[in-house]
């Protein structure tokens, strides 16, 4: 049985507005009596005007509470699809975000709620309420890894990371504000080895060399792969590197 959940933020998204349905209640009883009596085109008619009239918003709404119901009683991935589809229904609206990323934060989702949040500003024109949202949610991303470098002292953190992949220690810099500051500033053995294999944006490498304290560089290894302009002013920050102790070139066959 789905775990029951508790979500204040959820339950605020179920409306208690009456839905403007009941042209759709009288076309319903209209093709009830019709099919009865046999008149089954009538029937059909009937039916199709009630069709028509469950109008966007009716279908939203609807949608929408339902997400909440399920995701209230634990029954979160059902309670998604419901969000998802008022999305897509609506997609300038905010609760549908609002709802969908509640229900992924309960999922243990956080990077997928931010990812929504960060579509919605776009679709949902900077709205506030989506705005507050993702605030809020990188802050409490921040708090969750931040948390790491209170559990871990820095010498052991440092030495994990030590033994990363020059690349893999980029996507962990780009974690968290927490994590960015710790790996761009406070850990030397963050730039001691740099690989520059493959060919990239003269943008990407602009920013990486930045970040780089050219004084702890002490390994860099080049790929033959490279544009002209990227080997350029690769070589050119090398100048800058006065502690290297291995300098290798990597020759990649095309």
């Not at 790491?148 to 996507?171: A, N």
Request: aromatic share 8%; hydrophobic share 40%; proline share 4%.
């Amino acid at each position: 049985m789905p775990t029951a959940i508790t979500s204040s933020k959820l339950t605020t998204f179920f409306s208690t507005s009456p839905l403007p349905c009941s042209s759709f209640q009288y076309c319903y009883q209209s093709a009830q009596s019709a099919y009865a009596m046999h008149r089954f085109r009538d029937a059909e008619m009937d039916l199709t005007n009630a069709i028509n009239e469950l109008t966007l918003s009716c279908l939203t709404t609807m949608h929408l509470n339902r997400a909440v119901a399920r995701g209230t009683q634990g029954d979160l991935n059902a309670g998604l699809q419901d969000a998802y589809k008022v999305i897509d229904l609506s997609p300038k609206l905010a609760e549908g975000y609002l709802c969908a990323g509640e229900l992924l934060k309960s999922m243990g989702k956080w990077t997928d709620a931010l990812h929504l949040y960060n579509a919605a500003m776009n679709q949902a024109k900077g709205n506030a309420l989506i705005r507050d949202a993702q605030i809020e949610l990188q802050r409490e991303i921040d708090d969750a890894n931040a948390a790491l470098f209170r559990k871990l002292p820095p010498e052991i953190f440092g030495t994990i990371v030590g033994v990363l992949h020059y690349q893999d220690r980029l996507q962990c810099a780009a974690t968290c504000r927490a994590w960015r500051s710790y790996l761009l500033n406070g850990l030397s053995a963050m730039w001691q080895e740099l690989e520059f294999i493959r060919n990239i944006p003269m943008d990407t490498l602009e920013f990486q060399l930045a970040n780089v304290n050219p004084c702890q560089v002490r390994s860099v290894r080049l790929g033959n792969n490279c544009e002209p302009p990227v080997t350029r002013r690769i070589l050119k920050f090398l100048l800058q590197c006065v502690g290297i102790e291995n300098l290798g070139m990597l020759v990649i066959l095309q």
